[in-house]
């Protein structure tokens, strides 16, 4: 399995913002969400934010009005742009793929907000 691939991370100051992408391989048509999820030290995966194949978009509670999920299907590419960023949101990101056959983690990237 070809795991998609997180770029974007890195170390930011509160209120400050940061793009994640996530690029995934295969035809576009064949994923049916994409989203990403994050975790924290001594804390359960959680979903951050999810983008269906019909463009249809959720968000955790936490991120509504700071975070935006986007798709390129040319590129095949998700991304997650992250405004007023709080030390909160430190976590590693991960990126998910879901299919009709099976679902796909990329391997995380470290966002890190400092006070």
């Known amino acids: 399995q070809v795991q998609p691939v997180e770029s974007g991370g890195g170390l930011v100051q509160a209120g400050g913002s940061l793009r994640l992408s996530c690029a995934a391989s295969g035809s576009p048509f064949s994923i049916n969400t994409m989203g990403w999820y994050r975790q924290a030290p001594g804390k359960q995966r959680e979903l951050v934010a999810r983008i269906t194949s019909s463009g249809s978009t959720n968000y955790a509670d936490f991120v509504k009005g700071r975070f935006t999920i986007s798709r390129d299907s040319v590129k095949n590419t998700v991304y997650l742009q992250m405004n007023s960023l709080k030390p909160e949101d430190t976590a590693v990101y991960y990126c998910?793929?879901?299919?009709?056959?099976?679902?796909?983690w990329g391997q995380g990237t470290q966002v890190t907000v400092s006070s």
């Open positions: 998910n793929v879901a299919r009709s056959w099976g679902v796909s």
